[in-house]
C-alpha cells in the first residue's frame, strides 16, 4: 500500500514536470496493481494531453471497470481519444449510475466541441436532474452559444434545423456570443445567491465557521457579531431555495457539528428547523477547517459546499498546503465543487487555491464590506 502511495505521488510529479519519457512511464502504469494507481495514469495522460495508440484500448477498458474511481479517472481520459472511439464511451458514460462520472463525461464532451456531442448531451437532459443537469445545459450553451434552458425538446429542435455539415462555433465565438446577449437584457442565472455566488439545484453544504473570533463585532451600529451577521445571511439564503436543492450544515470550531447527515430537500419545514439550528449556536475555540470539510464531503447528496471563515486554520490539520493536498485529494473522485468565502482575518491565497483546485469559486467578503 505505501509503494502504491508513492507511486502515485510520482505520477503527480510527472504530470507537473512533463518529462520526455513520461508518457511511457505513464502507459506501463495503466496496468499497475494499484488500481488508484492505473486510475492516476489515465488521469495524468489526459493531463498532458496525449494517448498513445497502445493505450487506448485499455483507456476504454477501463472506463467500463466496476470501480467508480477508475471509472472517472478512465472517463476524463477518454477525451484524449479520436473522435469516433471517445463519442462512443462517453455516450455510455454519460449514462453511468454515479453522478460524478457523468458529469465528467459532460466535461469531456464539451472539451470535445463536435456537433455529435449536442445529441448525446441533449438526449441525457431528459433523464438527468440536480447539478449535472445544469451542467449539460450550460454545456450545451458553450458549445453552441445559444441558451436554450435545461430541456431536450428545444435542443433537439434547434440541432435538427442545422444543416448538413454545420460546424460548431470556436470557443472565442461563444464566448463574444454571450457577453453581446448579456450586455442586451438584465443579468440572467440563479435567484438563489450565496454572498453573490449561485447556489446550484443538487445537493449543498454550508459549512460556516463558529470559533471565538466570530464574537468579534460585525456592525458598531447595532452591535451584531460576525457570526450573527453571517448566520442571518445564510438563513436569508435558504429562504430563497427551491424544491430543486437539497442542502444539510457544518458549523465548525475546534470540533465538527452536523445538522443532516443526509442532504435534505429544501422547503418551509426544513428551512425553519436549519434557521432555528444557527440561532442558538454560540461561538467558541479554534478554527479546524480541514476535519469541517472531510465531515462535508461525507454528507450523503452533496455535489456543492461553501465554506465561510473568518480565520486561518488553527486546530487539526493547520499546514495550509497540506489541507489543500489532502481535500483535492479526497475530492477527486466525488467532484464536488467547493465554493470559499472570507472575513475577518482569512488567507486569500489559501482559500483561493482551495476553491480552484476543487471546481469553484472565491469571494472575499471583505472587499464587499
Known amino acids: 500500500r505505501r509503494e502504491a502511495k508513492i507511486r502515485e505521488a510520482a505520477i503527480d510529479g510527472l504530470i507537473a514536470a512533463k518529462p520526455p519519457k513520461a508518457i511511457a512511464a505513464l502507459v506501463k502504469r495503466l496496468a499497475d496493481s494499484s488500481a488508484m494507481v492505473r486510475g492516476g495514469a489515465a488521469r495524468a495522460l489526459f493531463a498532458i494531453g496525449s494517448v498513445p495508440d497502445d493505450a487506448q484500448r485499455k483507456i476504454q477498458s477501463m472506463a467500463k471497470n466496476t470501480d467508480p474511481a477508475i471509472r472517472l479517472d478512465a472517463t476524463t481520459a477518454l477525451g484524449c481519444l479520436p473522435p469516433e472511439k471517445a463519442l462512443e464511451a462517453l455516450?455510455?458514460?454519460?449514462?453511468?449510475?454515479v453522478w460524478a462520472i457523468r458529469d465528467a463525461a459532460v466535461e469531456a464532451l464539451e472539451g470535445l466541441r463536435l456537433t455529435p456531442s449536442i445529441l448525446i448531451l441533449a438526449q441525457r437532459l431528459a433523464e438527468e436532474k440536480?447539478?449535472?443537469?445544469?451542467?449539460?445545459?450550460?454545456?450545451?450553451?458553450?458549445?453552441?452559444?445559444?441558451?436554450?434552458?435545461?430541456?431536450?425538446?428545444?435542443?433537439?429542435?434547434?440541432?435538427?434545423?442545422?444543416?448538413?455539415?454545420?460546424?460548431?462555433?470556436?470557443?472565442?465565438?461563444?464566448?463574444?456570443?454571450?457577453?453581446?446577449?448579456?450586455?442586451?437584457?438584465?443579468?440572467g442565472?440563479?435567484?438563489?445567491?450565496?454572498?453573490?455566488?449561485?447556489?446550484?439545484?443538487?445537493?449543498?453544504?454550508?459549512?460556516?465557521?463558529?470559533?471565538?473570533?466570530?464574537?468579534?463585532?460585525?456592525d458598531a451600529v447595532d452591535q451584531s457579531t460576525?457570526?450573527?451577521?453571517?448566520?442571518?445571511?445564510?438563513?436569508?439564503?435558504?429562504?430563497?431555495?427551491?424544491?430543486?436543492?437539497?442542502?444539510?450544515?457544518?458549523?465548525?470550531?475546534?470540533?465538527?457539528?452536523?445538522?443532516?447527515?443526509?442532504?435534505?430537500?429544501?422547503?418551509e419545514e426544513s428551512v425553519n428547523e436549519a434557521k432555528d439550528y444557527l440561532e442558538y449556536e454560540k461561538p467558541f475555540g479554534g478554527t479546524n477547517i480541514y476535519s469541517a470539510l472531510r465531515t462535508a464531503l461525507e454528507i450523503e447528496g452533496v455535489q456543492?459546499?461553501?465554506?465561510?471563515?473568518?480565520?486561518?486554520?488553527?486546530?487539526?490539520?493547520?499546514?495550509?498546503?497540506?489541507?489543500i493536498h489532502e481535500i483535492t485529494r479526497a475530492n477527486r473522485h466525488k467532484r464536488v465543487r467547493i465554493n470559499t468565502l472570507l472575513a475577518g482575518e482569512s488567507k486569500a491565497d489559501f482559500l483561493d487555491n482551495l476553491a480552484r483546485l476543487n471546481g469553484g469559486k472565491m469571494v472575499d467578503l471583505r472587499d464587499l464590506d
Request: include cysteine; hydrophobic fraction near 40%.
Open 91 to 97: 455516450s455510455l458514460r454519460i449514462n453511468d449510475d
Open 130 to 187: 440536480g447539478l449535472v443537469r445544469r451542467e449539460i445545459a450550460e454545456a450545451l450553451t458553450q458549445l453552441t452559444g445559444e441558451e436554450l434552458g435545461e430541456l431536450p425538446g428545444p435542443w433537439l429542435h434547434w440541432l435538427s434545423d442545422r444543416k448538413e455539415g454545420f460546424e460548431l462555433p470556436s470557443a472565442e465565438e461563444v464566448d463574444s456570443i454571450l457577453k453581446a446577449r448579456k450586455a442586451k437584457r438584465e443579468e
Open 189 to 218: 442565472g440563479f435567484k438563489e445567491t450565496y454572498h453573490g455566488l449561485s447556489i446550484p439545484p443538487g445537493g449543498v453544504v454550508f459549512i460556516l465557521d463558529t470559533s471565538g473570533s466570530m464574537n468579534d463585532l460585525y
Open 226 to 267: 460576525l457570526y450573527q451577521h453571517f448566520s442571518k445571511a445564510l438563513g436569508k439564503s435558504l429562504e430563497r431555495l427551491t424544491s430543486s436543492t437539497s442542502f444539510s450544515i457544518v458549523l465548525f470550531d475546534s470540533a465538527i457539528r452536523v445538522w443532516k447527515q443526509s442532504c435534505v430537500q429544501a422547503d
Open 304 to 323: 456543492t459546499i461553501f465554506l465561510l471563515t473568518d480565520g486561518a486554520p488553527s486546530v487539526g490539520l493547520t499546514a495550509e498546503n497540506e489541507i
